[in-house]
């Protein structure tokens, strides 16, 4: 019995006594992030982690997908949503009926998708009713046949009778999604498309591939793949995954990478960590780690939809 009493007394002792333990070591706030599995904690876990040093408040990524991120959100599980598409008509409903308003949508980079092919491939670029005949089975864009070889899109010799291989991402990913939605006009994928865990994995197949066709994002481009061109339709001039060609829309593949959060019902301030953190996403430190990740600065468009959130503050 001695020694069990003296044992108890001195676990008592440790821990009234010993300095820096974990609870004293405990954040003093906490924020939660839900949402885009693979795109955006390319840039965000950083984000997270200059935040964490600079602020008494722990940051959480919870990184399983574009579509988890409103349900979280609306639940009250995430403070914010990080998304690669915006909110879709069944997710704003859902908003409507649990909450009777919207959350804000605050983009905080850019991004190009890119449809990509062996280096050693001749191809310059597609139009998006090619790329449309290509990935999918419904052909919604308007093209005429379906395209299976390359010789269909007027590759020669020893091209043209070749079978094209498919690959990309996950058909429900946000990646996934917004390519179905814009380049495939709303229709469905291939079923031989083959889905690979995230772009950098589908350009790397590709560029092992030398009769594959891939997408993805821009910042997946490794050497040995070759991003095409594309055009809006077929008459047009082919356009560049650049800065320029997403701000002014001539490339048709751009799209933009939201945080979205939902204000207090009562017009309350927000949280002042959570404040802060999304002030830091359009700071110039944070917009600088979005480029070096390989993606696009925020647009103007940003620091009104953030001035539109803290306004209800």
Known sequence: MRT???????????????????AEEEPAASLRIVGSGYTMPRFTRGWAEAFERAHDVRVEIVSTGTSTAPP???SGEADVGS?????????RE???????RQPVAIPVAADALVVFVNGSNPLEGLSLSQIDAVFSQTRRCGHDEDVTTWGQL???GDWSDRAIGLYGRRPGSGTGTYFRDVALCGGRFKDWLRINPGGASAALAVAESRFAIGFGSR??????????GLAANGAGTFARPTADGVASGSYPLGRLLYFYVLAPADGAPLRS???AFLEYALSEEAQAAVEK?????????????LSELLGSD
């Open 4 to 22: 069990i009493w003296t044992r108890i007394a001195l676990v008592v002792a440790l821990a009234v006594v010993a300095p820096g333990t974990r």
């Open 72 to 74: 979280a959100l609306l």
């Open 83 to 91: 998304m690669t598409r915006p909110l879709n008509d069944a997710e």
């Open 94 to 100: 859902a908003f409507e009926r649990r909450h009777d």
């Open 154 to 156: 007027g590759l020669a």
């Open 219 to 228: 910042s997946d481009a490794i050497e040995g793949m070759k991003p095409l």
């Open 273 to 275: 960590e959570l404040r």
């Open 293 to 305: 990740a390989g993606f696009l600065r925020a647009p103007q468009s940003a620091a009104a939809a």
